[in-house]
């Protein structure tokens, strides 16, 4: 079972990025998958849920209308489309996967998912 992140890396504060996390080992579509980052000084930090089916997403408020999930039941696939980056949004951005759905602030521990990847790092300059 295997969750990789992608897409990562340094950029400019108004700037874009699209992060890519693609899953194998189990069946994509019966899970919820999630966005989860992680910052030195804050720790972690619940960011997005995307529903396994229905296309329902959710957003901490931090983030509602710069970032977009979505998630591709074919190709195994969930994006992160961040728009109007910010230095806040520095972090180790996380995908993780549970049959259990979760929104909301309360969602960041890592045991409330089955399946977690290994993060890759987002760095916006001011």
């Known amino acids: 079972v295997q969750l990789v992140e992608s897409g990562g890396g340094l950029v400019q504060a108004g700037g874009s990025l699209r992060l890519s996390c693609a899953a194998s080992g189990f069946t994509f579509p019966d899970l919820h998958m999630f966005w989860i980052r992680q910052t030195p000084g804050k720790g972690l930090e619940w960011v997005s849920s995307?529903?396994?089916?229905?296309?329902?997403?959710t957003y901490a408020d931090s983030v509602r209308g710069r970032f977009t999930t979505s998630r591709d039941n074919v190709k195994n696939t969930v994006y992160l489309q961040m728009n109007n980056l910010k230095p806040e949004d520095t972090a180790v951005y996380y995908c993780?996967?549970?049959?259990?759905?979760?929104?909301?602030?309360?969602?960041?521990?890592?045991?409330?998912?089955?399946?977690w990847g290994q993060g890759t790092q987002v760095t916006v300059s001011s």
């Open positions: 995307a529903e396994s089916l229905g296309g329902r997403t």
């Open positions: 993780a996967g549970s049959k259990n759905w979760c929104s909301g602030y309360v969602c960041y521990e890592k045991y409330l998912y089955d399946y």
